[in-house]
């Protein structure tokens, strides 16, 4: 099996009151990398709208912050949804730009191949790396900026599991 990623589980309560909140309740959740002692690779923080208010550009702004959402504390008898929007994962996958961690640099791959099963990305060509590494060259429908992603040769396992665990970041439970 590959590499599991350590992430914060959502707790529920805001990040910077500590409140529970409450079912059908709204927030905003936030990611960004952990700092390179911890033992979680990512780091998922929700806060409450009256905290996110009064300091959410500060915190948006904050360094390494991958992605922001706007989210509603399911109902304990609601069916988990599954609907990530397209945005989002664009704004992680930029975000991810230039990392040289292997475990972020997967990460980004398997963005790419959702960004491209959703035809938000288009495949140019590739070319060796000086680390023997396939570097595609892509950009975004609509966009000739081109951008440029490690593929890592991940096998159907591995990019099942990095899967998992985006869909662990994006809809984690409260």
């Given at each position: 099996?590959?590499?599991?990623?350590?992430i914060?589980?959502?707790?529920?309560?805001?990040?910077?009151?500590?409140?529970?909140?409450?079912?059908?309740?709204?927030?905003i959740?936030l990611?960004?990398?952990?700092?390179?002692d911890?033992?979680?690779?990512?780091?998922?923080?929700?806060?409450?709208?009256?905290?996110?208010?009064s300091?959410?550009?500060q915190?948006?702004?904050?360094?390494?912050v991958?992605?922001?959402?706007?989210?509603?504390?399911?109902?304990?008898?609601?069916?988990?949804?599954?609907?990530?929007?397209?945005?989002?994962?664009?704004?992680?996958?930029?975000?991810?730009?230039?990392?040289?961690?292997?475990?972020?640099?997967?990460?980004?791959?398997?963005l790419?191949?959702?960004?491209?099963?959703?035809?938000?990305?288009?495949?140019?060509?590739a070319?060796?790396?000086?680390?023997?590494?396939?570097i595609?060259?892509?950009?975004?429908?609509?966009?000739?900026?081109?951008?440029?992603?490690?593929d890592?040769?991940?096998?159907?396992?591995?990019?099942?599991?990095?899967?998992?665990?985006?869909?662990?970041?994006?809809e984690?439970?409260?």
């Open positions: 099996m590959g590499k599991e990623y350590n914060t589980r959502a707790t529920g309560r805001c990040a910077a009151c500590e409140r529970q909140m409450q079912p059908g309740e709204e927030f959740a990611v960004r990398p952990a700092p390179e911890a033992e979680e690779e990512f780091l998922r923080a929700d806060f409450c709208l009256a905290c996110w208010a300091d959410g550009e915190m948006r702004n904050g360094p390494g991958l992605g922001v959402w706007r989210s509603r504390v399911p109902e304990p008898s609601q069916k988990r949804k599954t609907f990530v929007d397209d945005d989002l994962l664009v704004s992680f996958f930029e975000r991810l730009d230039g990392t040289e961690e292997p475990a972020k640099r997967d990460f980004r791959f398997v790419a191949l959702i960004l491209m099963r959703k035809k938000l990305l288009v495949y140019d060509r070319r060796q790396g000086a680390d023997g590494l396939d595609w060259t892509m950009h975004f429908k609509g966009n000739e900026r081109t951008c440029e992603v490690v890592p040769h991940l096998d159907e396992g591995r990019i099942a599991d990095v899967s998992g665990q985006l869909g662990h970041i994006l984690g439970e409260l």
